[in-house]
């Protein structure tokens, strides 16, 4: 089960962090992944994070500006978002899978809403 957190309202150039809760699973074959849905638009694949070696991966979009995290003691996958744009509004959502953290294979929650206000 994966349970997101965080998110909020803020003004462009501002910075928010969003949390992502895992249970119910081992998690060391996993790569855990934020995704984003923007309103009229397909969900998109933010960034990722493998959860044995910690190795990143981010979308060209965000890259230098959002940072994925793990804790393997919390169980916890952690997206800080700095120098936030009009366009990263969103809902916000994590996922895993085997594979590198892209694909999102579990099924979705619901997801947290993200404003940047201009």
């Known amino acids: 089960q994966l349970v997101e957190s965080g ?37 998109e694949f933010v960034a990722a994070v493998a959860w044995y070696s910690g190795t990143t991966h981010y979308a060209d979009s965000v890259r230098g500006r959002f940072t994925i995290s793990r804790d393997t003691a919390k169980l916890t996958v952690d997206l800080q978002m700095d120098s936030l744009k009009p366009e990263d509004t969103a809902v916000y959502y994590c996922n895993a899978d085997r594979v590198d953290g892209t694909r999102g294979s579990q099924p979705w929650g619901q997801g947290v809403q993200v404003t940047v206000s201009s």
């Open 7 to 43: 998110g909020g309202w803020v003004q462009a150039g501002g910075s928010l962090r969003l949390s992502c809760a895992v249970s119910g699973r081992t998690l060391g074959n996993y790569a855990m992944g934020w995704f984003r849905q923007a309103p009229g638009k397909e969900r």
